[in-house]
């Protein structure tokens, strides 16, 4: 499996659905979507999550359902990603089996190695600075504590893709991939962009054409 370098999230927005937003996110070339509900009931998060899918399976791109990996299972998607209080990624994975993509939020070095035993597929690693977007902020990581964390990882032979999350910038994107991580995870640069689909795609152009491949 591929994990891409733009992990695009959507949001729950007043004047814009879910699939309508992942749509503009794939029109500007994101081929990695997460589906971030946080304000419906089981039934109508499933009705998103199929109209999220519809969307990302006629642009190629990867699905990953935040939360919920009933709903993963249940309409099929690419993935899963799963915060400190969701559910184990360890019980995730016996649910979903070895095919589903599973993702883990971490804030700590602590946080890295445990989902690096659980055999999680990526790592989000947050809040990079702080963003409205989340409530429940982790404290603010910065760009030193990714270079002094992935030192970590490394010494300790924890390979794994790390995108860094939570207020991140088209300008961060070259500090946070020479700081060692695979690429970056955003919402609201996005979504509440006026083109998302452009701001989508200079995202995607700055996380390919880096010269540094991690
Ligand atoms: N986890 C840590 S920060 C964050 C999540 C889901 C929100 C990222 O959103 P934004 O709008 O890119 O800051
Ligand atoms: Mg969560």
């Given at each position: 499996m591929t994990i891409s370098k733009l992990h695009y999230i959507s949001q729950d927005l007043p004047h814009i659905s879910h699939w309508q937003q992942a749509r503009l996110a794939c029109e500007g070339g994101a081929d990695w979507v997460q589906l971030r509900v946080k304000n419906q009931d089981f039934e109508a998060w499933k009705q998103t999550a199929l109209q999220t899918q519809e969307v990302c399976k006629a642009f190629g791109a990867t699905l990953i359902i935040n939360d919920n990996v009933q709903i993963a299972k249940e309409i099929q998607a690419d993935g899963?990603?799963?915060g400190k209080t969701d559910a184990s990624p360890i019980v995730a994975r016996?649910?979903?089996g070895d095919s589903f993509i599973i993702g883990g939020t971490a804030n700590t070095f602590e946080d890295l190695a445990f989902l690096h035993q659980a055999k999680v597929n990526y790592i989000g690693l947050g809040p990079f600075r702080f963003t409205k977007?989340?409530?429940n902020l982790s404290p603010i990581l910065g760009l030193e504590k990714y270079q002094s964390l992935l030192a970590s990882c490394?010494?300790?032979g924890l390979?794994?893709?790390i995108v860094g999350i939570g207020g991140v910038q088209l300008a961060d994107v070259e500090d946070i991939l020479l700081a060692g991580l695979h690429g970056i995870a955003v919402s609201s640069v996005i979504n509440l962009a006026?083109?998302?689909s452009a701001v989508a795609n200079n995202f995607m152009k700055a996380l390919t054409e880096q010269l540094y491949v991690n």
């Open positions: 899963v990603h799963l016996e649910i979903l977007t989340k409530k490394k010494a300790s390979h794994l893709p006026d083109n998302p």
